[in-house]
């Protein structure tokens, strides 16, 4: 069942060249409709199965391609690099960003039900565009601005260090910062930011950057049935590639506008010494 207090997202302008792409300009979001085939989605969805048979879990399963995350260096690991499949390096020239490309390609396996928490990718590691292919079925994706409720979070404990429930693979990283569970902790009493669904249909291609990025939290709802249109729909298994740019080097930074939920921020905080050990920075990362 919906959540009827989630108001509809804010209305995307149609970019005028384009019927398939809608803009959310003020937040820096951008949808592309039909960005792969059908053809080119049974593809991937018969590769994600061709390594992991497994579709009757309830969890959330992940395949890692291109470089791997290293939480020693909080950098790309160069020397754990999984090719790339074919099936992701064929649309790799169609992503509307042709400046710089992903380097670092999560697949996961969505099972009906299962979701992923709000989050916000970390910053100070990835440049600026995050891409999110969704296929197999559509999903509601939750955007909220985060507020101080999640600076509070990301300065808490982890409760869970490095724990993956991945299948098959031996890198776990999801490379986000987790701000706040479905279950409300007694500390996350200050008023939140209005949140809003946006239904990522099969196919189509979401592309995040500046404060949709930086300064929002997204995830996916964990539940069975979601209200697509007006109608009650049974949420099937849904597939989705999330692709980031790995920075090296001087790269490596952020001076967004949202330091309440930037992990460069968060590192100055500890390495000035103004963390205290209740608000601990979590300079960590973990699945979600
Ligand atoms: O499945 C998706 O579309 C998004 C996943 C995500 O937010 C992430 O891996 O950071
Ligand atoms: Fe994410």
């Known amino acids: 069942m919906a959540d009827p207090l989630i108001p509809k997202a804010p209305s995307p302008i149609v970019d005028p060249t384009n019927p398939n792409i809608q803009r959310w300009d003020d937040i820096g979001l951008t949808l592309i409709h039909n960005f792969i085939s059908e053809a080119e ?10 390594a992991d048979p497994r579709t009757g879990g309830r969890k959330r399963l992940s395949q890692h391609f291109g470089y791997h995350f290293d939480y020693t260096t909080f950098g790309a690991s160069e020397s754990h690099h999984t090719p790339v499949p074919s099936y ?3 649309f790799l020239p169609r992503l509307p960003i042709q400046s710089y490309l992903p380097d670092q390609f999560t697949v996961q396996y969505y099972p009906p039900g299962s979701g992923i928490p709000p989050h916000v990718d970390t910053h100070s590691m990835f440049a600026e565009a995050l891409y999110s292919l969704s296929f197999g079925s559509a999903v509601p994706m939750v955007f909220r601005m985060s507020g101080p409720n999640d600076a509070r979070k990301m300065r808490q404990p982890k409760r869970s260090l490095m724990v993956s429930s991945d299948a098959n693979t031996s890198a776990t990283t999801s490379a986000v910062e987790p701000v706040a569970d479905s279950k409300r902790s007694e500390e996350t009493t200050q008023q939140e930011e209005p ?3 946006l239904l990522l249909p099969a196919r189509s291609l979401l592309v995040m950057e500046g404060p949709s990025r930086y300064g929002y939290t997204h995830g996916i709802k964990g539940r069975k049935t979601d209200i697509i249109n007006g109608e009650t729909v049974l949420r099937e298994g849904r597939y989705s590639i999330t692709m980031r740019t790995v920075r090296r080097g001087d790269e490596i930074g952020c001076t967004c506008a949202y330091p309440g939920v930037c992990d460069a921020r968060i590192r100055e905080e500890l390495e000035r010494g103004s963390a205290t050990s209740q608000y601990q920075p979590q300079l960590h990362q973990n699945n979600v």
């Open 195 to 197: 949140s809003w669904e």
């Open 41 to 50: 989605e049974a593809t991937m969805i018969a590769a994600f199965h061709d």
């Open 88 to 90: 992701i390096e064929a």
